[in-house]
């Protein structure tokens, strides 16, 4: 038991914000090594200033690893709100952890509140987005999402469904073009009550056109 408590803290640690800037000049390096990898030459005019270009998009992609989530759970104060609240289509862009290939989707949130205590609508995106701007799996960040809710809001119940398009299927591969791959994370209320989740569910589902 220790030593998996050990284990998960240490965990949480590697995934805490550290320094606040990639190192662009490493990945500039590496970009430099791929270019001449496939067979081109980073020198030409067009590529001059490709590895710098890409060095500064991967630290844009990756931002969420220098954040901390927990800075967006900053509940609407005065509220007493203490229904259903789901918010739709918060768009998210993530990359992939197995091949850095970008996926790209919605994320639809429903959660039931604690004490009234809910998140505006932008603190909700930015939360998503927080963890969606890392090296990614759908499933563990359909999850974070969730527990951070769960867990730092204490929400009574949360459900995140994440519909997504993967380049690295779509792009290369068994290529699949417009293949959603779709992952909810059910915690709480919504666990346990399957009316409240069927509920949930196709207030998501029905009302998109
Ligand atoms: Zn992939």
Avoid: W
Wanted: one cysteine or more; hydrophobic letters at 40%.
């Amino acid at each position: 038991m220790a030593a998996k408590l050990t284990a998960l803290k240490s965990k949480q640690r590697e995934r805490t914000p550290k320094a606040r800037r990639a190192d662009l000049a490493r990945i500039a390096e590496g970009v430099r090594l791929i270019l001449e990898g496939i067979g081109e030459d980073p020198n030409r005019e067009g590529l001059r200033d490709t590895p710098q270009r890409v060095a500064e998009m991967y630290e844009e992609l990756t931002a969420g690893m220098r954040e901390d989530p927990s800075e967006h759970i900053v509940p609407l104060s005065g509220n007493k709100h203490d229904e259903m609240v789901i918010v739709k289509d918060i768009s998210i862009a993530s990359l992939c952890e197995h091949h850095l290939a970008p996926f790209v989707g919605k994320c639809h949130i429903a959660y039931i509140p604690k004490n009234g205590n809910i998140l505006g609508v932008s603190k909700l995106a930015r939360l998503a987005e927080t963890f969606a701007r890392r090296l990614q799996l759908q499933e563990r960040l359909t999850s974070e999402i969730a527990n951070t809710l769960y867990e730092k809001l204490g929400a009574l119940g949360v459900m995140v469904v994440i519909e997504a398009e993967h380049t690295c299927m779509t792009l290369r591969g068994v290529k699949k073009p417009g293949a959603q791959t779709v992952t909810s994370a059910v915690l709480g209320g919504f666990r346990k009550d399957p009316r409240t989740r069927a509920e949930a569910m196709s207030l998501i589902v029905n009302s998109k056109s």
